[in-house]
Nanobody, 125 residues
Framework: QVQLVESGGGSVQAGGSLRLSCAASGYTYITNCMGWFRQAPGKEREGVATINRDGATKYADSVKGRFTISKDNAKNTLYLQMNSLKPEDTAMYYC???????????????????WGQGTQVTVSS
């Protein structure tokens, strides 16, 4: 069965760091486009970062220079290192896989067809 399972969320103070992980099973997701998304209460789910088959990355302007997406192909695991966290980063974070492409990854949630259950990140001021 195809599964994405996130972990690593928690509560931190502004300026702190967290590292999210997303373990994939049932399919070698890591060879396709993978992404991290987040959704705050009352807001749309937004794309935070994507990574393609070769490891090329894209970021939302709001997280550039603070967040880093990476993957370990051998472990079939996706990561999101989040530094210099701000209260506005508070949200449920989801990892997702786009099995239709390996390059030209989109930050549009509609492109992704497999999702994890999410992990909560709360940043206090």
């Amino acid at each position: 069965q195809v599964q994405l399972v996130e972990s690593g969320g928690g509560s931190v103070q502004a300026g702190g760091s967290l590292r999210l992980s997303c373990a994939a099973s049932g399919y070698t997701y890591i060879t396709n486009c993978m992404g991290w998304f987040r959704q705050a209460p009352g807001k749309e789910r937004e794309g935070v970062a994507t990574i393609n088959r070769d490891g090329a990355t894209k970021y939302a302007d709001s997280v550039k220079g603070r967040f880093t997406i990476s993957k370990d192909n051998a472990k079939n695991t996706l990561y999101l290192q989040m530094n210099s966290l701000k209260p506005e980063d508070t949200a449920m974070y989801y990892c997702a896989a786009d099995l239709s492409r390996a390059y030209g990854c989109s930050r549009d949630k509609g492109s992704y067809n497999y999702w994890g259950q999410g992990t909560q990140v709360t940043v206090s001021s």
